[in-house]
Every structure is written in C-alpha cells, then in structure tokens.
C-alpha cells in the first residue's frame, strides 16, 4: 500500500514537472485588456471582454483574446503558439491570436473569440487532455503492474518458506520476505509512460503540434501512409490568375476587364481570383447591363452592348465557339494544374484567363522527406484526373485519388485500412472532417475549420506541412524513450529480487539486508 502511494505520489509529482509547457502558455495570456467603449479607451481585465469589443493594442504588449483587425498594420510574433520563428504581417481583415505578441505597431482589433474559446484555452485544453490520457502501451504497462504486486508477494512467500524448510532461523526467513517486497518497485513500471508522454505533449505543444491524446502519440509511430487532401492542405487555398492567354481579337487588358466586369460580386472560387486580378490592376468595374448564372458552365453578360459568355469547355461548345485556336495552349495549362476559362465576344473566342491553386513552399519539402522514410504519400481531391496529376507531379506524389466526393474521403481511408495499412488523414476543411475521423491519425491543420479540428487527433497550429515531420519525429522519441523506461525498469526488477530471495546467498554470497534494498532505485 505504501508503495502503490508513493507511486502515486510520484506520477502526480512527474506530471507538475512535465507540464512546464502548460505554465508556459498559461502565462502568456496578459491579465488586462485596452478596449474602446462609446469612443472611450479604458482598461478592464480579460475575463471582462466581450464579443465584438474593439480592443487597443500597442507595440510589445500581447493580444488579449482572439480578433480580427479593423484599423492599424504591424507585424505579430506567433512562435510561442505555432512554432513560426518569423513575425507575420497584419493588416485590416486579417485575424490575430490571442496571447501573441504586438511588435511593431498600433492596432485596434474586434473581439471574435473570447474566455474558453480562444485559440490559447483550447490549446491548454487539449494539451492537458493529452497528457491525461493513457497511450495502448501504458494501459499495457498497468495490466502489468496490477499483476505485478500480487507476483512479488508470493514470490516473497515462497522464498520464506523455502529457506525455512532448509533450516534457516526466523529472523533470516523475516529478513528475506522484507528485503524482497522493499526492493521490488513496480512505481518504476508505473512511471514509465505516463511521463514519457507527458514530455512528448508538452514539445509538440511548444513546436505548434498539438497531440490531443497518448494513444494519438503511439499511433503516429507506426503509420506507413498518409494522405493529403489538395486544397488549403498541400495548395494554398486561394486560386490566382497565373495566366492570360488573347486572340487578336482583343488585349489582355480588355479581356481582363471584360471577366472581371461580368466576375462582379462572384461567390465561385475562379470568378473571385479574376477579380482580384483586376483589382491588383487597378481597374475600376460597375455592374454588367445583363447576367445569367449557367450552373455547372459559367456566365453570359452584356457589357457596353456585347454579348460575352466566360466559362469552362463544354459552355464554349454549346454556344458553338470554335476553339481551335487555343486547343495546344488549353492542353498545356491543364497538364500544369491550371483551370483555363474560356472567354468568347459576340461569338467568337477572345482568349483564356488561367486560374490555379498555388503550392504551399513547403509542401514539396514535407512530402519528399515523407518518401524518403519510406511513407507512402496519396493525394487525394474532388479535381478531374487531369488537374490532380499535374499537381501531383509538381509536388512529388505518385499516387492519386482524383475526382473523390467530399462524403467519399472516409470511405478511400477505410479501402486502405482495409488493405493492412496504417493511415494518417492530413486536411483543413469541414469535407475532411469525416476521413479525419475514419484515419487511424487525423491531423488538422490549425488553419483550417472548427470541424476538422474537433474531429482530428493532432493540430498543426502553423500552415506548415513540415509539422507533420515533427509530429512523427515526437511520437518516435516518445516511443523510444517509453521503451527504455521499461526496460530499465524490468531489468532491474528481474536482477534485484532474484537477489532479495537470496540467490546470491545460495552460491556463497551475501544475503541483501533490508536497510540495502531500501535504498535501491
């Protein structure tokens, strides 16, 4: 009993000193809060803000909760939440953490998340849930203990009572069962995972991956594939016009400006990136005479009296447009990832205005070092077999899963469960959410929606794929280092209570006395 709370005692001491990681973040949240009420700057404290206020920060002080910037630019150090060395830029529209670090300029900033819903809590939250939670081989480790205790004592007993039947007095028998019970430590078993995970929580929350659970740790060790959905995962998630391709018909000004004009106040993916192309030019639109939405095709719109139809391939050829022109230019934008969109005026083809998801700069990094290991990467997207093969290529994946439904993700995760593999699901949005689930490790990136990140097991807190590494870094030096504490704690237990019963004693050695194996590990 006394050794079961001392052990106790003990795990409940490791877990003090190993949740520094937690202190840590605890103690970058400021205690008070600048905010502008009824044109009035005044101070309350955190737990005072509320949604929508609009808060005051100056250079060097620490965002109290989560926002969004609505006047002011500066640059704002995140490392202490995501891992990300470099400050990053902010401006109007863009969102801030809270408990990071205002450096170089006044800002005022709305409120968007406040108390236990802030990006700080939730990361505590999940850190201490982590380091709770039992790994499979720490539930393993405590079956063991469990019969451990029972094993010693008889153990104890039948040691006693063999050297009393060879003759050996009371006080030897007494002093034999003593020093074999005290030199027993089954708190060394017992320690041996729950601290080894707590480490490993505790780095990966100070290197922006946070591991919600012991067994999400083990898992990750033995993965042979993972997957990676395409947009906002291995792409950036924001299409760009990369190209603008004209007939003589018209200039690539005019043919901008046409898209654009008719693009205005598009909600699609394409018809934003145009416009925003516009805009970086400087062109000034107003609203088209005429617009009709063609589902699943693109547009048709009356600018200063022409008649202009900008969509995909199969739009150009009901309208009967003769794209034979541009075949080789639409071929080669699509064998290198681009979306072309066709653009015709009064019936004749004006030219193509390409679209494409750019990489994310580490994405190459992250998935060759990936194969490198040996870990089989598989892209997989709702894109046709031709933008996806092209994108795969550019990244350095051979393996492709293209033209998938959203509900369909979960499903190619199990095929390949099915097929004896370990899977891990990386993705960002809500259609992800379901694989997440389904993969035997989920990891979210921290860029990405509520929904994937509530249904995956490891966050990566910055929009970096080489956190992936990382995390499969941490779970294999936390596996490692849980397999030496067992074994060092086996050992000694196998070495030292074989010499407690007196086996040194049998072939002429001494007899361990009890104050001895008191003062063993």
């Known amino acids: 009993m006394t050794l079961h709370t001392l052990g106790l005692f003990l795990e409940e001491r490791s877990k003090g000193q190993m ?10 949240a400021p205690k008070t809060a600048r905010v502008i009420r009824n044109g009035v700057e005044q101070e309350i404290t955190v737990d005072e803000v509320a949604l929508g206020d609009v808060i005051r920060v100056r250079p060097g002080e620490s965002m109290p ?19 990300e060395s470099i400050p990053v830029e902010k401006e109007s529209g863009d969102e801030v953490i809270g408990a990071s670090i205002n450096k170089n300029g006044s800002i005022d900033y709305r409120a968007t998340r406040v108390g236990s819903d802030t990006t700080l809590s939730k990361i505590i939250k999940l850190v201490e849930d982590a380091q709770g939670s039992k790994a499979p081989i720490a539930r393993m480790a405590d079956i063991i203990t469990g019969y451990f205790v029972p094993i010693v004592i008889a153990l104890a007993v039948l040691a006693g009572i063999a050297w009393l039947i060879v003759g050996q007095s009371g006080i030897f028998v007494l002093s034999v069962i003593i020093t ?4 027993a430590c089954p708190c060394a078993l017992g320690l041996a995972t729950p601290t080894s995970i707590m480490v490993g929580t505790g780095k990966g929350a100070e290197h922006g991956v946070l591991i919600k659970s012991g067994e999400a740790l083990e898992t990750t060790h033995n993965l042979d594939t993972i997957v990676f959905d395409k947009t906002g995962t291995l792409t950036e998630g924001k299409p760009i016009v990369t190209d603008i391709l004209v007939t003589p018909l018209i200039t690539k000004e005019n043919i901008l400006y046409y898209a654009a004009f008719g693009e205005t106040g598009s909600e699609h993916p394409l018809g934003e990136a145009i416009v925003q192309k516009s805009k970086e030019e400087n062109m000034i639109l107003a609203k088209p005479d005429h617009f009709e939405a063609i589902p699943g095709h693109g547009i048709r719109v009356e600018i200063e009296g022409k008649d202009m139809y900008s969509g995909n391939r199969k739009l150009m050829l009901e309208q009967k447009i003769d794209l034979s022109s541009m075949e080789k230019e639409s071929d080669r934008l699509a064998d290198e990832g681009k979306t072309p969109t066709y653009l015709s005026v009064d019936g004749e083809l004006a030219g193509i205005i390409a679209v494409a998801d750019t990489l994310k700069e580490n994405s190459m990094k992250a998935v060759k070092e990936l194969r490198r290991r040996g870990v089989e990467v598989i892209m997989i997207t709702g894109d046709n077999k031709r933008t996806a093969k092209a994108i795969a290529k550019q990244v350095g994946i051979d393996s492709v ?3 998938v439904l959203p509900e369909d993700k979960a499903e190619e995760v199990k095929k390949l469960q099915e097929a004896g593999k370990e899977v891990a699901m990386v993705g960002d949005g809500i259609n992800d959410a379901p694989a997440l689930a389904q993969a035997d490790v989920g990891i979210a990136v921290g860029s990405g929606t509520d929904v994937a990140i509530e249904s995956a097991d490891i966050v990566l807190m910055r929009n970096d794929l080489t956190a992936v590494l990382t995390a499969i870094d941490l779970s294999h030096a936390t596996l490692r280092k849980i397999k030496q504490n067992l074994f060092w704690a086996f050992a000694y237990n196998l070495v030292g209570i074989p010499v407690a019963m007196g086996l040194l004693y049998i072939f002429g050695g001494p007899l361990m006395s009890p104050m001895l194996a008191g003062h063993s590990p």
């Not at 909760?65 to 995501?82: A, F, I, P």
């Not at 074999?180 to 030199?183: C, K, N």
């Open 19 to 28: 949740s520094s990681a937690i202190e840590k973040l605890v103690n970058l």
């Open 65 to 83: 909760v989560d926002g969004v910037v609505v006047e002011g630019r500066t640059s704002v150090d995140e490392s202490m939440l995501t891992g």
């Open 180 to 183: 074999t019970l005290v030199i």
């Open 401 to 403: 899963l293209s033209e």
